[in-house]
């Protein structure tokens, strides 16, 4: 008797571990079911994706959706919305919200905020602090958490762990991978006077190379000396490259589109604080030692760093101006404007924004498009060229660096665990976003 599915995704190009090539996917119970030749099996929904790429749902590990404290630029809502309209099935979010989240009533409250109103699949970060080091180990394996996150340079937000023996007894206090922003707090303030007032184009002379350089040197060799497993965020320097390619044993790698596609002066001189964040923005120089590595392998994960302020906040004078903008939205599209540059494979682009991710952090059931995976789907048509404009940014602040640029590769379909999300932009179905599991804090049934 031939199988019924609740989904079937019939006629697309799929990326599957066997390869890229012509595959239907039935799906059913959000798992799925079969992949293969199933153009004549009964099910309760058709998905015609002839012409199109059905890739594994992308896996969004860095953002910052500003809730609870600052809903005025970004919320839970709106930041999930953004996510599941440019192709993302899932995000961990960052702690750096206020209160920050750094106890398990402030997760609780999290989540409870989360549930019914995200879009998307999502895990959130615990922040480290030398007040809570003796809490991280029962905290970092609550259900729906993804980790610790260290902030070992101060950025937006108040969390910061830049003294060697807090942050030496943060890597021994749990055993789950650790994410680090990687910046020296003690040269951060030393050169604080190389931000040149009214002149965004100091902020990587301010924040310069060498900042992110000796921070990650250390936190390698505290990490070494404790035995944990780290994650460095949105890496952005040469000079930090040779020393994670010598930590593999321990080390993963994460950079950002923002620092694969623009550099420094162009940026600032365009778009002003609007191309502030931290790590800065640096020039070409950083830029193509970034492409290198990904070329390499040595880049395990791009996530988007989506850091959204609003208007009023980034037009402010220079260094009085907030780190960060949007990206959750633009990810998928900025990224395959890339492939279809030549400057990425598709089978790498997989691996960047889903594989990866489920590797690096044990994720359960998601990744991959095989039997008993969670069925979620980024359904792109890499031929459709549009134009990134400000009115389709769903985020709160409402504004994007790369408005006005035109780029070929975009989301046709958002899928999670067998529900189709987004549909050709618009957002079809609201609030079935739940916690990702982990292989290794998954609790019995």
Known sequence: MTEAFDLLIRGGICATPNGVGPADVGVKAGKIAAVGALGAAATAEVFEARGLHVLPGVIDTQVHFREPGNEHKEDLESGSRAAVLGGVTGVFEMPNTAPPT????????????????????????????????????????????????????????????????????????????????????????????????????????????????????????LAQQAGRRLHVLHVTTADELPLLAGARDLATVETTPQHLTLSAPECYERLGTYAQMNPPIRDAHHRKALWQAVHEGLIDVIGSDHAPHSRAEKDKIYPDTPSGMPGVQTLVTILLDHVNAGRLTLERFVDLTSAGAARIFGIAGKGRIALGYDADFTIVDLKAKKKIENSWIA?????????????????????????IVMRERALVASGLGAPIRFTDTISPS
């Open 395 to 419: 985020s709160k602040c409402g504004w994007t660096p790369f408005d006005g640029i035109n780029t070929t590769g975009w989301a046709m379909a958002t899928i999670i665990r067998g529900q």
């Open 102 to 221: 750094t106890t398990r009533a402030a997760m609780d409250d999290k989540l409870a905020r989360a549930r019914d109103r995200m879009h998307c699949d999502y895990a959130f970060y615990v922040g480290a602090t030398p007040a809570n080091v003796g809490a991280l180990a029962l905290l970092e394996r609550m259900p729906g958490v993804c980790g610790v996150k260290a902030f070992l340079g101060s950025s937006t937000g108040t969390l910061l762990l830049d003294k060697e023996e807090d942050i030496l007894a943060a890597l021994r206090s749990s055993t789950r991978r650790m994410a680090v922003h990687s910046e020296d707090e003690v040269r951060l303030r030393e050169r604080k006077s190389f931000a040149t007032n009214g002149d965004v184009r100091t902020h990587p002379v301010w924040r310069d190379a060498e900042v992110a350089r000796v921070s990650t040197e250390r936190v390698l060799r």
